[in-house]
Nanobody, 117 residues
Framework: QVQLVESGGGLVQPGGSLRLSCAAS????????MGWYRQAPGKERELVAR????????YADSVKGRFTISRNNYAENTVYLQMNGLKPEDTAVYYC??????????WGQGTQVTVSS
């Protein structure tokens, strides 16, 4: 099993920045990728950013150039999402996701990000 603990959400004004962190523990063997998804009220959960084991990244078009996903290369068990230039439409619950060839897909508990003046 894999456990995920997220942190870093909160309230920020438009144009501001936040950094989300996701610490993974447990059976981290053969982790294929980790990522961030978000779900706004009344909308489906969507991919925000994803990083694979070899370091490849992909982003939703709506966040390209503003958000950056990275990881702790020493331990490879913590993933970060640096969010700059936040907009009200970025308001959502953000979920960390881990995809393991052994443990399957695991979701974090979610952290609220609210962008409002």
């Amino acid at each position: 099993q894999v456990q995920l603990v997220e942190s870093g959400g909160g309230l920020v004004q438009p144009g501001g920045s936040l950094r989300l962190s996701c610490a993974a523990s447990g059976n981290l063997y053969n982790m294929k990728a980790m990522g961030w998804y978000r779900q706004a009220p009344g909308k489906e959960r969507e991919l925000v950013a994803r990083i694979t084991r070899d370091g490849s990244t992909n982003y939703a078009d709506s966040v390209k150039g503003r958000f950056t996903i990275s990881r702790n290369n020493y331990a490879e068990n913590t993933v970060y999402l640096q969010m700059n230039g936040l907009k009200p439409e970025d308001t959502a619950v953000y979920y960390c996701n881990a995809d393991s060839a052994v443990a399957g897909v695991t979701w974090g508990q979610g952290t609220q990000v609210t962008v409002s003046s």
